[in-house]
């Protein structure tokens, strides 16, 4: 269950920022798996682990600002164990009514990448659920609890200060009943990110936070400015255990623990998990 604060806070904004769930040693040690599999020579990467867009020559690979390295939870024991955290566990069985199901985990890296070209519509790239085929997408409040099929819990590896730029939300817009107007943000003298307004809030989490939020919130990227600094974190979704099919490629669920197996599976409706019965969740094998 969450707690009375993080379920009025995650009701009223669409998200909740959870600080320092991570610290110390667990903290590093997901940090230095994080980096074995970024600076991993291509060769040598374990089967089933690559960036996506992997078909382009090796020399590009390691220069793109925005890289999305597939499967990266399942890289180590110490990334995989965040799926089920004790800092997200309650929420997770909270919002998706004791039926959850982990459906990916991907590791990202942005770079400043001095060449973002300007964007004439729509700066910081505003998306949510309801926009397009996932229009069905479900927030519900019934007996006190809140109800989500479709979550996503991002999991910092590094430090975002305020003005680097990184991931905003317009907070409420999870209960929005109309269409986002394309002309809502107004691109600066750039053309790249939008001019400040008071409609969207710039979340800075540190190393080790999650930031958890409904798909249905409307949320975009302002660009990375820190030269010096990169953005690296776990992108974590999860939807109802007995909704849509299971895409991990199956040498990478045989890669995990019992428990994060069980977490990946699919399941009928009603059907309790096992792991739903403990708190903490620890990983056996
Ligand atoms: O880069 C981010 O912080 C947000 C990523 C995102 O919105 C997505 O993966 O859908
Ligand atoms: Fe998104």
Redesign the pocket.
């Known amino acids: 269950m969450m707690t009375p604060e993080q379920r009025y806070l995650f009701d009223i904004t669409g998200y909740l920022h959870i600080e320092g769930a991570v610290t110390g040693e667990a903290l590093k040690k997901a940090q230095k798996a994080a980096e074995r599999y970024i600076y991993c020579h291509p060769d040598e990467r374990p089967p089933g682990f690559k960036p996506r867009g992997d078909d382009l020559p090796v020399e590009d690979l390691g220069n793109r600002p ?1 890289i ?1 390295y597939q499967h990266g939870f399942a890289f180590d024991k110490s990334l995989e164990s965040l799926t089920m955290h004790p800092a997200i566990w309650p929420l997770l069985k909270e919002l998706t009514a004791d039926m959850p199901r982990f459906v990916s985990g ?1 590791l ?1 890296y ?1 770079q400043h990448n001095p060449d973002r070209q300007p964007i004439e519509k729509n700066p910081a ?1 505003l ?1 949510c659920a309801r926009e397009g085929r996932y229009w069905y997408t479900r927030y519900q409040v019934k007996d006190g609890r809140i109800f989500c099929n479709d979550l ?1 819990f ?1 999991f910092y590896l590094t430090d975002v200060n305020p003005g680097d730029g ?2 905003i939300v317009i907070p409420g817009s999870h209960k929005s009943a109309f269409e986002r107007p394309d002309e809502l943000l107004i691109p600066n003298a750039d053309g790249i990110d939008p001019e400040p307004d008071p409609v969207f809030t710039n979340l800075t989490p540190k190393a080790g936070d999650f930031l958890c939020i409904s ?1 249905l919130l409307t ?3 302002l660009q990375w400015k820190p030269e010096d600094r990169s ?1 690296q ?1 776990l ?1 974590l979704r999860y939807r109802p255990q007995y909704e849509g099919k299971v895409s991990l490629p199956q040498e990478i669920i045989n890669r995990l623990s019992p428990e994060t197996q069980e977490l990946v599976a699919s399941a009928s409706y009603g059907h309790i998990k096992d792991i739903i019965n403990q708190d903490p969740v620890t990983l056996t094998a």
Request: aromatic letters at 12%; charged letters at 20%; proline letters at 0%.
């Open positions: 925005l999305r991907t990202s942005e790239g998306h996503v991002f990184g991931l798909e949320h975009g990227v953005r974190f992108i």
